[in-house]
């Protein structure tokens, strides 16, 4: 997509590329637009957030009060940064997403891998046989093989004849993708891209050094828990468990019998997930419901009901990882992030669930704004305006169409000196 499809320019008078990533979630819409040089860091220039209305668990029940949460936010983020949103990166969620592993081949057009080559064997492998009703809406090269000759990650370049490339596959149902396509349709904006939850947090937050080792994120959001699983440089899966923040706000509000905005409240505030690390003798004013007057409670008492509800968050994930078939592959351990992980006590307490090591995870590779912007709750949005930097295997400008176009053209020019020098 060329840049003035992309943006509408306003007051910015610069030619370095322009990327918006769209993190629809369960409790808040993020738009985030950052500028970029390929190869290094990108700057936050604009961000606009919004309270999202029009989301469960991850997907979208109402359309209108979506749309209004999604215009916010891309207006705020635009009117900051000082262009005209055209287009967005946008983040998927919900327990309707698959992952597949598959494999594709392709023959080497030009006796040199081409970026057009990698196009073609990631169409090949996912020419998979799936259900009318689901759609396969992310596709991640996990390594490549060229002639027999396997463990390759950059093939653009190399000689041979035949590529093969084992690679990730996201699915999910077509209805809530289109739903989500349809939300920010409305909005006047284009989708670039549409990225799991989980892999756009895992490229906000993740080192080289933990996906060779082998590493799992945990993003914590408000309705889902999102899962993605690295090792050996790749990704090898990924889950979206309908379960968060929210049910822990839910378990306050009966426990302490408060409406939930105070429970979210009280949450915030005193909440801690490691009932060891709250004193005994510690308490908290708790407003009750009705005309009843504030009562005093426990904070050890709380933290009993909020490390309950985590630690069956976590058993959930961890049972994930089991059927994954990778658990013990992870050296790297566990990397949280979400706005849920940053309650007291999390990181002990899933050290204690996984018997791994456990560190939080905040975005990294961005600057810019990063009081702001470089917090767990915003990893989605990071990761998906990483994504949108930089095309796996190549560096894309800005959307689809541009970089297919140069990639498709320099492709085509090595072909011509190739055969012709
Ligand atoms: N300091 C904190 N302590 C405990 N919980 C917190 C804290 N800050 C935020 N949260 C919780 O984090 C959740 C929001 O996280 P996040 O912004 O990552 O969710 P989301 O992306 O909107 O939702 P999802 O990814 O599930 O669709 C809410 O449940 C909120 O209560
Ligand atoms: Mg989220």
């Not at 996201?170 to 993708?177: D, R």
């Not at 050094?209 to 828990?225: H, S, W």
């Not at 009280?266 to 504030?294: D, F, H, M, N, W």
């Not at 456990?358 to 949005?381: F, K, Q």
């Amino acid at each position: 997509m060329l840049l003035t499809e992309t943006f509408r320019p306003m007051n910015r008078k610069s030619d370095k590329n322009l990327v918006v990533g769209l993190d629809i979630g369960t409790s808040k819409v993020m738009a985030i637009v950052g500028e970029y040089v390929p190869g290094e860091p990108i700057e936050v220039i604009g961000f606009g957030s919004h309270a999202s209305r029009g989301m469960k668990k991850g997907v979208v029940v109402e359309i209108e009060s979506n749309v209004t949460s999604i215009q916010r936010a891309v207006e705020e983020a635009g009117q900051m940064a000082g262009c005209d949103i055209r287009s967005v990166c946008a983040s998927i969620s919900g327990s309707h997403l698959e992952t597949h592993n598959s494999r594709g081949t392709a023959a080497i057009r030009d006796r040199e891998v081409a970026a057009g080559d990698l196009d073609q064997v990631l169409e090949s492998a996912s020419a998979v046989a799936i259900p009318a009703d689901r759609k396969v809406l992310y596709k991640e090269p996990q390594e490549y093989r060229i002639d027999g000759q396997d463990g390759i990650r950059h093939p653009v370049g190399m000689s041979g004849v035949r590529l093969e490339a084992g690679v990730h596959l996201v699915t999910g149902a077509a209805s809530a993708v289109q739903n989500i396509t349809k939300c920010i349709q409305r909005c006047g904006l284009a989708v670039d891209d549409l990225v799991p939850s989980a892999v756009a947090s895992a490229k906000a937050v993740l080192t080289d050094d933990e996906r060779e080792l082998g590493v799992c994120v945990i993003d914590l959001g408000a309705g889902t828990t999102d899962i993605a699983i690295y090792t050996h440089g790749s990704i090898r899966h990924t889950k979206s468990l309908p379960v968060g923040g929210d049910q822990v706000t839910s378990d306050i509000s009966q426990y302490v019998q408060t409406p939930t905005a105070s429970a979210e409240e009280i949450k915030v505030k005193y909440g801690c997930a490691l009932a060891q690390l709250a004193r005994g003798e510690e308490t908290i004013q708790v407003p009750s419901v009705g005309e009843r007057p504030p009562r005093r409670l426990q904070r050890q008492a709380l933290a009993q009901s909020i490390q309950a509800r985590y630690e069956e968050i976590f058993e959930m994930a961890q049972d994930e990882m089991r059927r994954s078939g990778f658990e013990n592959m992870l050296a790297a351990g566990v990397v949280l992030t979400g706005g849920a992980a940053r309650i007291e006590g999390a990181q002990y307490l899933a050290e204690e669930v996984f018997h791994k090591i456990v560190r939080m995870g905040s975005p990294l590779y961005v600057t810019g704004a990063t009081e702001v912007i470089a917090t767990p709750a915003n990893a989605a949005g990071v990761g998906l305006l990483l994504h949108g930097s930089r095309a796996p295997g190549g560096n894309r400008v800005i959307g689809g169409a541009m970089g297919d176009s140069v990639a498709g053209a320099i492709g085509k020019m090595k072909g011509w000196l190739h055969r012709n020098f």
